[in-house]
């Protein structure tokens, strides 16, 4: 018979991955299709930006649900919401910039201003700004905030950089892959605070990635290779696949590392 003094353990797993190699790739490529995948929808399928923009938010509000309740990392569930966050906040920015006129250094500016507050909140509210300790509810809320703000962000940075002072895409992505380069050296070797350093390369990695989707998608004329979006989308939501299942295999012998045991008193 238990006593009124035996304690119940139980596990609380980290809802999101580890940093590896492999999350930085696909993160890459999920938002290099969340730039080309936002240009199908609205311009080839003639949906419009409105249009689109409500569509895919609903879809992602379907895949968070499943997301948050899956109460620990679940490599499907949690690359699918990476996916279609990233298509959302880069249509967020498009329509403030394309449908409400507002200029990109005013967007940049302002979702910056919006990362930083939801940092802010985070922190008070949780006491910690670490990744690697997503346990509630909440902590994944603020989460995700800080993911949507980072892609509309990065978006508004990158389009800024690439069109308004017309570095083009392939400068733009040389510019901000190096900027992620000296931010990694920073990490290994000088000390760079690593939750910093981690939020700092997640909003870089945006910027390229859409660099590297427009380089590859738009026509010739434009400074592009002319893949199309279609076709550079297919190649993108293929290698995602195969990387998530690789990780999912991979992941079932990891589990248990993923979580911590807490007392249930």
Not at 152 to 163: C, H, K, N, R
Not at 235 to 254: D, W
Request: charged share 10%; proline share 3%; aromatic share 12%.
């Amino acid at each position: 018979m238990p006593t009124p003094s035996t304690t119940a353990q139980a596990i609380i797993y980290n809802r999101v991955p580890r940093v590896t190699a492999d999350f930085w790739l696909i993160k890459l490529m999920a938002v290099t299709m969340g730039e080309t995948a936002a240009d199908y929808l609205n311009v080839q399928m003639g949906l419009g930006l409105t249009a689109t923009s409500l569509i895919m938010s609903a879809v992602l509000a379907l895949a968070l649900a499943w997301q948050f309740a899956q109460k620990r990392y679940v490599p499907a569930a949690y690359w699918l919401s990476v996916v279609l966050i990233s298509i959302v906040g880069t249509l967020i920015t498009d329509n403030l910039v394309d449908n409400f006129h507002v200029p990109l250094l005013d967007t940049t500016i302002a979702f910056s201003l919006a990362l930083a507050l939801t940092f802010l909140l985070w922190f008070r509210t949780e006491g910690t700004l670490s990744i690697h300790s997503i346990f509630t509810d909440r902590r994944e809320a603020f989460y995700w905030l800080a993911i949507l703000f980072t892609f509309a962000l990065g978006t508004a940075a990158g389009d800024l950089v690439a069109e308004q002072f017309a570095l083009g895409y392939l400068a733009t992505g040389i510019l901000f892959g190096m900027i992620i380069v000296s931010l990694t050296i920073g990490y290994f070797f000088l000390g760079l605070d690593p939750i910093l350093g981690f939020w700092l390369v997640y909003i870089l990695t945006r910027p390229l990635g859409a660099s590297l989707g427009d380089l590859l998608s738009q026509p010739v004329r434009y400074g592009g290779l002319g893949l199309g979006t279609i076709t550079t989308s297919a190649i993108f939501l293929a290698a995602i696949v195969l990387i998530v299942i690789f990780m999912s295999l991979r992941h079932e012998g990891e589990e248990i590392d993923q979580g911590r045991v807490v007392q249930d008193l």
